[in-house]
């Protein structure tokens, strides 16, 4: 199984990005997937997650209205993208596949991760 994450870099406060994970080796389509991230110093925090159809997302209190996540199963990709940035969204962001959406735990799969920072 490989997620490989894409799009990340240095953006303002205030600006937008969007991030990518190409997956291969599963069944797309079957898992959940998710978004996390990791600042230095501090522990993984979890920032979006979809379900295996798209039809439900959840989003961590940080990011609510801010950050949308989505998949295109055809494409086996699932897509973050962050608009109104802050400083404190920068970290290195992870994509993740997993069995149930809503828990972090059963994600077993994960990604290499990209670095997002945020600047003043």
């Known amino acids: 199984v490989q997620l490989v994450e894409s799009g990340g870099g240095l953006v303002q406060a205030g600006g937008s990005l969007r991030l990518s994970c190409a997956a291969s080796g599963l069944t797309f389509s079957t898992y959940a997937m998710g978004w996390f991230r990791q600042a230095p110093g501090n522990e993984r925090e979890f920032v979006a997650a979809?379900?295996?159809?798209?039809?439900?997302?959840y989003y961590g209190d940080s990011v609510k209205g801010r950050f949308t996540i989505s998949r295109d199963n055809a494409k086996n990709t699932v897509y973050l993208q962050m608009n109104s940035m802050k400083v404190e969204d920068t970290a290195v962001y992870y994509c993740?596949?997993?069995?149930?959406?809503?828990?972090?735990?059963?994600?077993?799969?994960w990604g290499q991760g990209t670095q997002v920072t945020v600047s003043s």
């Open positions: 979809i379900s295996w159809s798209g039809g439900s997302s």
């Open positions: 993740a596949a997993g069995s149930l959406v809503g828990v972090p735990e059963s994600y077993a799969y």
